[in-house]
């Protein structure tokens, strides 16, 4: 039973287009990430929800749109794509956000990636 | 802000070789320190994670770290690697004032049999 689960797994596309990511986490944790990981395997933090609520807005194109409909459900949609975006997108869940608490709240729970090609 | 750097882009072992990777982070705080790994086409596990107590921190399939408060680093450490420890390895920090994980670049490890 897949604990954090993306899908698309991979999603070609054109420029110009718009797609979305969906992400769903069993694990009744109150926080989720997308994190992007670059062709050099660098990865950065995009976007946090806690409960629903936007915590983490790192400088991202606007393009680039969160929703979290439910605690358990954090999706990524990318308006008029370019071929920078192409990237592999990883979902990450954790039990909460838990400044301060040094506890399994901190330990990421990660997605199996969402590998999007713009061409 | 807080930043985390990998020395070691890339690491060439035979197997048996023992294996030490380097991780820094510039954070005056208290931290929360993780290794994940990312095997070849899968996503990130962890290996292992240090928030407080024992400084040198056991983690999953024989790697340990040490934290060194004085010199803000969690380096990685395997006595005697496999062939199938060949994969990503990232170091990350998190500060307890509350923001996201924060990755290294990363550290390519190949092991050759």
């Known amino acids: 039973d897949t604990a954090v689960s993306q899908t698309p797994k991979y999603l070609v596309t054109q420029m110009g287009n718009d797609k979305s990511i969906k992400c769903e986490q069993n694990?009744?944790?109150?926080?989720m990430y997308w994190y992007k990981q670059d062709s050099k395997k660098f990865l950065k933090i995009m976007f946090s929800y806690n409960n629903k609520e936007l915590i983490i807005n790192e400088t991202v194109p606007n393009r680039f749109s969160p929703k979290s409909p439910d605690k358990a459900h954090l999706n990524l949609h990318i308006n008029s794509l370019e071929l920078g975006d192409s990237a592999v997108y990883f979902c990450a869940s954790s039990q909460d956000w838990g400044p301060g608490q040094g506890t399994g709240a901190n330990v990421l729970t990660f997605g199996a990636g969402s590998r999007l090609t713009v061409l | 802000a807080q930043s985390v750097s990998q020395h070691n882009h890339h690491v060439i072992l035979s197997e048996a070789a023992s294996l030490e990777l380097g991780c820094n982070y510039s954070?005056?705080?208290?931290?929360?320190l993780f290794w994940y790994v990312q095997y070849p086409g899968q996503h990130l596990q962890l290996l292992l994670k240090y928030f407080s107590g024992d400084p040198l921190v056991k983690g999953i399939k024989g790697f340990e770290a040490e934290f060194i408060k004085s010199k803000f680093s969690f380096n990685l450490r395997k006595p005697s690697v496999q062939w199938s420890d060949t994969a990503e390895y990232f170091c990350?920090?998190?500060?307890?004032?509350?923001?996201?994980?924060?990755f290294g670049k990363g550290t390519t490890l190949s092991v050759s049999s």
């Open positions: 694990l009744g944790h109150d926080t």
């Open positions: 990350a920090v998190r500060n307890q004032a509350g923001t996201a994980l924060i």
């Open positions: 954070y005056g705080g208290t931290v929360n």
